[in-house]
């Protein structure tokens, strides 16, 4: 039975989720705490599964509690109960939360959400990637694009459109900004998967917190892992972005769905700056079996860790609350087949897009590289599209 802890120094909060949860009982097994040091007592005599904190709480607070946590317990799932929204205490849980939900909470939207981070307990199965994945605050950004973003924003005058562009171009960045602006504190009808969209959403003043005083957006120091380049990884999952979106156009989709491919794309190997900043002793030496044995990069993984970083990626990104279709797509882009729906959707774009993008840059790649899935596409009648999408796909960048 997974164990849940929830954290709030209002009695009466507590005996309330106890109440809107009574009839999970049977499945949870759930703690009410009235306090963070209680809390941090709790959790080293028992594993805690996943902790639903309030934020303004005296002594020791929200922010506080789960930056513990993240040291102390870097496996248990960390979510923010709050009806406190003001933006100075939404930036300081952007690092140690990873999902945040405003009160009043129906139970639900509760009930979903918590279900929702239990079901990913059981997504990835190596629980030292689980642990690796769960304690990622942030992710590495290119130094070029850290320092294009300050200058943007340092400005008298910032342009929202010059800074979404530089956002768009990293994809630690572009994680972190989708991750806030989906959050339940802001009460989005519907998920966000424009950069430019988030940046209007949250406004400069928030992007401009978010990128130089919380340091969010911060640069990782380079570690040795060999054969890999955040610079390369950066450029190839940029030009699968564009060519995803640029698939979806062609199909003719709505806009919804242009922005998940574009989204998807510039997302689907971020489980590789998990590995490659987190184990970088190891995946140098995955990287280059891949390279001496002319493997695919992803079945060595699966060898060496039980997991790809397909897999790893996915987890964090639905650990982070983005949107499902996202989440597919970056799961699934080596292996199409998996997915069930029998239509054009981000997966197939993205899958389409990643082989097309290593065909155009082939030397900065992966050797060897991907390849389509043909069974698969003939079977959902898209065979005929490969050479109209890849004319188009070259043409996008072109332009």
Known sequence: MKTLLFVDDETKVLQGLQRQLRHMRLEWNMHFIDGGQKALDFMAAQPVDIIVSDMMMPGMDG????????????????IILSGHAERESVLRLVGPAHQYLSKPCDADELRKAIGRAFGLRDLLGNER????????????????????????????????????????RDIGMTAKILQL??????????????????????????????????????????????LFSLDVLASHSWTTGVMSRSIAQQERMELKILEQCFLAGM????????????????????????????????????????????DVGAYLLALWGLPNPIIEAVAMHHQPSRCVAPEFSPTIAVHAADVFAHQCFAGNTEVPPPQLDLAYLTSLGFAERIETWQAGCKEELNN
């Open 63 to 78: 922010s506080q509690l789960l930056t513990e946590v993240v040291k102390r317990h870097p496996r248990t799932v960390r």
């Open 129 to 168: 990637l689980k642990q690796l994945a769960t304690r990622v605050k942030n992710l590495p950004t290119l130094p070029a694009l850290q320092n294009k973003l300050t200058e943007e924003l340092r400005k008298d005058s910032p342009s929202m459109e010059r800074v979404a562009e530089i956002i768009s």
């Open 181 to 226: 602006v989906n959050s339940a504190f802001f009460g989005l009808a519907q998920p966000i998967s424009n950069p430019l969209d988030a940046v209007i959403y949250l406004g400069l003043n928030t992007v401009r917190a978010l990128a130089l005083s919380v340091g969010i957006f911060s640069q990782y120091e380079q570690k040795n892992c060999k």
């Open 267 to 310: 997302l689907h190997d971020v489980g590789q700056l998990v590995l490659a900043f987190g184990l970088h002793d190891e995946y140098s030496e995955v990287l280059a079996k891949a390279k001496a044995e002319n493997l695919q990069i992803w079945q060595v993984e699966q060898e060496a860790f039980g997991a790809s970083h397909a």
